[in-house]
């Protein structure tokens, strides 16, 4: 089975290089999508039904939109992309925006409240349809922008997992498109004929917000010194604690490195014990 383009391959390939790096899909596993209707979600979505019917294990595929209230008809055009291409999907229709609506002070940010709502709908959900696994389509770029979000105005320094269990151990969030470079997923998703649907909450295109902003300096050190953007995705799995100014962290080995730093770094990655993709894989 080859894939449908070299960009196809190369999306597979990072995304198998992730899932095995990082455990995130096995054998038996039922992964819950979550489908905004942009880009990266329609990407991984079809990514992982391009690596679901290559791979050596089963894994089965359901694609949740969570509709907040004020989606238009945005709902029935991701039901209809699915059922075209013979992916299972659900339609959540909740009030969040209405919630948030009475809940919100003027002129405060609606992001965060926002996500922890649509989260709390996702978790739910992913019950009622048994999943194992929740898959969200944060591609390497929302990680660097996460950190640098953390850096500049919050004050810490971390992004966000690959994997990521929720308090309550019920719940296991994975991103397999961690490698993957946005603008790849952007023409990925036109590629494929994918419906892409505009969020309808007018943050999302804010221009003030400082993400928009953090995403512009990237776009202008890229645009500088091409290559920096896969340069800081390594750094996030390159960490030097005891160079780090937090009082809790004691180096565990000498600064210098040498055979055994190098060891212990190769020990501390996760693997998976198959690959992904088979022997013919990406």
Not at 120 to 147: C, M, N, P, Q, S
Not at 220 to 245: K, Q, Y
Request: proline fraction near 5%; glycine fraction near 8%; charge should be positive.
């Amino acid at each position: 089975m080859s894939y449908a383009s070299r960009l196809e391959a190369r999306i597979a390939k990072e995304a198998t290089v992730a899932i095995v790096r990082f455990a995130l899909i096995e054998d038996g596993d039922r992964i819950m999508v979550g489908l905004s209707g942009g880009k990266d979600s329609w990407t991984l979505m079809q990514i992982l039904d391009v690596l679901r019917r290559r791979a050596p294990i089963v894994f089965s595929l359901v694609g949740v939109h969570i509709d907040s209230g004020d989606d238009g008809d945005s709902q029935d055009r991701i039901a209809a992309a699915c059922a075209a291409r013979g992916w299972e999907c659900r339609i959540e229709r909740t009030t969040i925006r209405r919630t948030m609506d009475g809940l919100l002070e003027p002129g405060e940010t609606p992001c965060s409240l926002c996500a922890r709502l649509r989260r709390g709908a996702l978790y739910r959900v992913a019950d009622e349809v048994g999943a194992t696994k929740i898959a969200l389509g944060h591609h390497a770029d929302d990680f660097i922008e996460t950190l640098l979000l953390n850096l500049c105005f919050e004050g810490s320094l971390r992004a966000m997992p690959a994997r990521l269990a929720a308090d309550d151990g019920r719940h296991v969030v994975i991103r397999p498109l961690v490698q993957v470079a946005e603008e790849d997923c952007r023409a990925y998703a036109q590629a494929s004929g994918l419906p892409i649907v505009k969020p309808a909450c007018p943050a999302a295109t804010d221009g003030s917000l400082e993400r928009h902003r953090v995403k512009q300096l990237l776009a202008d050190l890229e645009r500088d010194h091409p290559g920096v953007r896969r340069s800081m995705i390594r750094a996030l799995g390159n960490v030097h604690p005891g160079h780090l100014l937090d009082g809790r962290v004691r180096a565990s080995a000498p600064s210098r490195r040498g055979p055994t730093a190098d060891a212990g770094r190769r020990a501390a990655v996760p693997q998976a014990p198959a690959r992904l993709a088979g022997s013919s894989g990406p």
